[in-house]
Each structure stands twice: as C-alpha cells, then as structure tokens.
C-alpha cells in the first residue's frame, strides 16, 4: 500500500538547477529518516544525502556544497535541491524512507527513480 514516488528530474545545462520532490502515501503510521541516493549507468548505487525525523542531515562528499536536503512533514515528501550541476551528477536518483505502517510494522521503501541528465 506505501508508494513513494519522484519527480522533478529532467535535462539541464552544466551550472544548472532541479529541485526533485519524492511523496510519500498509503496508511503510514510514521516516517523516520529519508534519503536520496543514485546510480550512474554501469555504476553501483551510492548514497547522496539523509535526513531524519528531527531534521538532522547528513551528505556525500561529492556533494561539495551543492545540494540540499529538507523534508516538509506534514506532506510525507522529502526534497532534494541540486544546484551548480556537472556531467558527473547524471544518474537515476531514488528517494528512500523507513516507514512505519498503520499496522505498526516497519521496513525501508524505495521509489523507482526519476532521471536527472546534465548535458549541453
């Protein structure tokens, strides 16, 4: 019944700006912490950024400055603001949370991606 889903990926110029939204949905009890991670074509997957119930962040350190998580938990969404893009930030970016259902079970939930291309 929990889905999460993203958006906002698309193609941008080197030194561009995406702001990717992942909302989550379905009978949630509560969310603990949320994250983004990517993978790159022929790449493992590598985590890009965390950020807890309480607010605490925490981020790669290829991140360099450049990106910004937050989360508005009145909507179940976690936000990724990606600024000062290069070539090598091209990836699928999953959006990731640990979710507590109305049945008082818990796991982690993954989306199924959005696409973030940095190209001339």
């Known amino acids: 019944q929990v889905q999460l889903v993203e958006s906002g990926g698309g193609l941008v110029q080197p030194g561009g700006s995406l702001r990717l939204s992942c909302a989550a949905s379905?009978?949630?009890?509560?969310?603990?912490?949320m994250g983004w991670y990517r993978q790159a074509p022929g790449k493992q997957r590598e985590l890009v950024a965390t950020i807890t119930s309480g607010g605490s962040t925490n981020y790669a350190g290829f991140v360099k400055g450049r990106f910004t998580i937050s989360r508005d938990n009145a909507k179940n969404t976690v936000y990724l603001q990606m600024n000062s893009l290069i070539p090598p930030d091209t990836a699928v970016y999953y959006c990731k949370a640990y979710i507590s259902v109305i049945a008082r079970t818990s796991m982690d939930y993954w989306g199924n991606g959005t696409l973030v291309t940095v190209s001339s």
């Open positions: 379905g009978s949630i009890f509560s969310i603990g912490t």
